[in-house]
């Protein structure tokens, strides 16, 4: 696999990694309403899942991607439900922290990697994008297992790192806010939550 295609596939993966969807909706409301390390926990239940998804394509697995064909549309709604439910639940709190009626209680860890890990895996077209993705840079004179290997290695570890540049940032300046313009983040985190459910909702089979 030459130096080239292994540029233009990660420059790929950084086009994928800043394109909108359930994960970055998730990542980025529980970095606006928790901070940094409630974005960096989400986001390592989102990679696992992730991880998961593309060790399968990698593997071959036709049972799973058969699988994952044949139920898409159940997963897909049960992730865009799931998801509309976090926007739905964080509204509500918003409003009841806002009559005074209800405090503050930030998530545990443990609930922020697992809503990260299971809406990852909610989305069956990352499976079904993913079988059809690779192999395009499969130099069919070399090792295809190695060569499957070291781009899902590749695909997972710049999709984290694009994911964790954003949250970063969006951490920080979050930092910088009064009381006041955090608790619009609160707000503006579950409507991102309600646009992914949305966006999910509406995805069709590749």
Not at 28 to 44: E, Q
Not at 65 to 84: H, N, P, Q, T
Not at 114 to 134: I, M, Y
């Amino acid at each position: 696999m030459s130096a080239q295609v292994v540029a233009a596939f990660i420059a790929t993966c950084i086009l994928l990694a800043l394109t909108p969807g359930p994960n970055m909706s998730l990542i980025l409301a529980s970095t606006l309403t928790n901070g940094l390390r409630a974005g960096l926990v989400t986001l390592a239940g989102t990679t696992t899942g992730l991880a998961l998804l593309v060790a399968a394509a990698a593997a071959g697995m036709s049972s799973v991607m058969v699988f994952m064909s044949e139920w898409f549309d159940v997963i897909r709604w049960v992730g865009a439900l799931y998801l509309v439910y976090l926007g739905a639940r964080q509204l509500w709190l918003l409003r009841r922290r806002a009559a005074g009626s209800a405090p503050v209680k930030l998530p545990s860890r443990a609930n922020l990697y697992l809503e990260g890990l299971l809406v990852s895996l909610s989305n069956p077209k990352v499976l079904l994008f993913l079988g059809a993705f690779l192999p395009q840079f499969i130099d069919p004179a070399g090792d295809p297992v190695g060569q499957l290997t070291m781009l899902a290695v590749l695909f997972v570890g710049v999709l984290a790192a694009v994911d964790i540049g954003y949250t970063v940032v969006v951490a920080r300046a979050r930092a910088k806010l009064d009381a006041t313009r955090l608790r619009l983040l609160d707000g503006a985190a579950g409507v991102l939550l309600l646009l992914g459910g949305l966006a999910l909702a509406m995805t069709r089979r590749p």
